[in-house]
């Protein structure tokens, strides 16, 4: 007999696309820099952002030379710009020389680089299992009884014990993705797909 996470998974699953994507891919480092330009903004203007930014730096090596000005200046719409083009400025002078890593562990220790951006790195880069939690997913998946905290990376840590390793991706956006549409801060309930499954229906938490 299925329990209520895995008949949510499958829910989920069956409910959305099977090709989800909210942000565009076109090399690894723009990748990584658009995750990083998408914090507290919204994908539309990270995109944005990121194709001023890469029209006058093509890539790291070219980017760790410009003046964080610069910087500032074409990324000004993503939202907290200054502090961006710090970490930016400072990402691509490592990357230039080292690469980018290809481990959660040293992907945040680098510069603008959270829990989140790192996981949204390894799954759609690196194509490795991840849980990508940020603001959609955190407060779905805690209505839907996946994770008991709203702290993000303790409800990473919660649903990587809870939820089977094979299920980490697909779950990540099919989340997320119900989070953007019926579960927003003021939930649709009445148009959600797992409604009677949810042990949070009708509450606003």
């Known amino acids: 007999m299925e329990s209520t ?21 076109s090399n690894p480092f ?25 029209s ?23 939202g907290l710009f200054r502090a ?22 040293e992907l945040v220790k680098l510069p603008g680089v959270g829990e989140k951006t790192a996981s949204c790195y390894l799954q759609r880069v690196l194509k490795k299992n991840a849980v990508v939690v940020d603001t959609h997913f955190e407060r779905t998946a805690f209505r839907l009884g996946l994770t008991d905290t709203h702290d993000r990376n303790k409800a990473a840590r919660e649903i990587k014990e809870r939820i089977p390793e094979k299920y980490w991706n697909r779950l990540s956006d099919t ?12 939930p649709n309930c009445s148009q959600c797909p797992v409604e009677k499954l949810c042990p949070k229906n009708g509450i606003n938490p």
Do not use: W
């Not at 961006?84 to 562990?105: F, H, M, Q, W, Y």
């Not at 989340?175 to 003021?186: A, D, E, I, T, Y």
């Open 5 to 25: 996470p895995l008949k949510i998974i499958n829910s989920l699953d069956s409910y959305f696309p099977q090709e989800i994507s909210f942000l565009s891919y």
């Open 30 to 54: 723009r990748f990584l820099v658009t995750v990083i330009l998408s914090g507290s903004s919204t994908d539309k203007m990270a995109e944005i952002s990121a194709e001023r930014l890469f």
């Open 56 to 78: 006058v730096f093509a890539d790291a090596s070219s980017l760790k030379d410009a003046k964080v000005e610069e910087i500032e200046e074409l990324i000004h719409s993503s």
């Open 84 to 105: 961006k083009a710090r970490n930016i400025k400072a990402l691509s002078e490592i990357v230039a020389e080292k690469g980018i890593p290809d481990t959660l562990e």
């Open 175 to 186: 989340v997320n993705s119900l989070g953007r549409q019926k579960c927003r801060p003021k």
